[in-house]
């Protein structure tokens, strides 16, 4: 079971929820990068880039039995602000053809570098699956 927390007097917000209620089994995902399962990179476009590591959060939810509605929070890193803003209709459409819904609590952060260092974005997920 998953609620989203809205306060009534907030604007809605676009592309998130503020908050969300969940109980079931927890999974959570390591930070997942764009390249794909053997650890190679195809693009070097953030949006290419997106797009892989949403993919990899999902094979990640479907080990633990979890679907991509399953997801309540994610936090994204990402190497360059702009580039993401740009990116917007690219990534949201990547989103909407592999998670679905926007009902997940978000967060963007800007980071000076990730760890890998072709990687543009890095993705963590919460996920519940409800009892």
Same mark, same amino acid.
């Given at each position: 079971?998953?609620?989203?927390?809205?306060?009534?007097?907030?604007?809605?917000?676009?592309?998130?929820?503020?908050? $969300?209620?969940?109980?079931?089994?927890?999974?959570?995902?390591?930070?997942?990068?764009?390249?794909?399962?053997?650890?190679?990179?195809?693009?070097?476009?953030?949006?290419?880039?997106?797009?892989?590591?949403?993919?990899?959060?999902?094979?990640?939810?479907? *080990?633990?039995?979890?679907?991509?509605?399953?997801?309540?929070?994610?936090?994204?890193?990402?190497?360059?602000?702009?580039?993401?803003?740009?990116?917007?209709? *690219?990534?949201?459409?990547?989103?909407?053809?592999?998670?679905?819904?926007?009902?997940?609590?978000?967060?963007?952060?800007? $980071?000076?570098?990730?760890?890998?260092?072709?990687?543009?974005? *890095?993705? *963590?997920?919460?996920?519940?699956?409800?009892?």
């Amino acid at each position: 079971m998953t609620k989203i927390l809205q306060p009534a007097h907030w604007v809605p917000p676009r592309g998130y929820s503020n908050g $969300v209620l969940a109980r079931g089994q927890t999974i959570f995902v390591a930070g997942m990068i764009g390249w794909d399962a053997q650890c190679i990179f195809h693009t070097d476009d953030l949006a290419g880039q997106v797009r892989q590591a949403l993919i990899n959060v999902v094979a990640v939810l479907r *080990e633990g039995g979890a679907k991509p509605e399953h997801i309540t929070r994610m936090t994204w890193y990402v190497t360059d602000k702009r580039e993401y803003v740009a990116a917007y209709p *690219e990534i949201g459409k990547a989103f909407r053809e592999i998670i679905g819904s926007f009902n997940a609590a978000m967060t963007a952060v800007q $980071v000076s570098a990730l760890i890998e260092d072709r990687a543009k974005v *890095e993705i *963590e997920v919460t996920a519940v699956i409800p009892d």
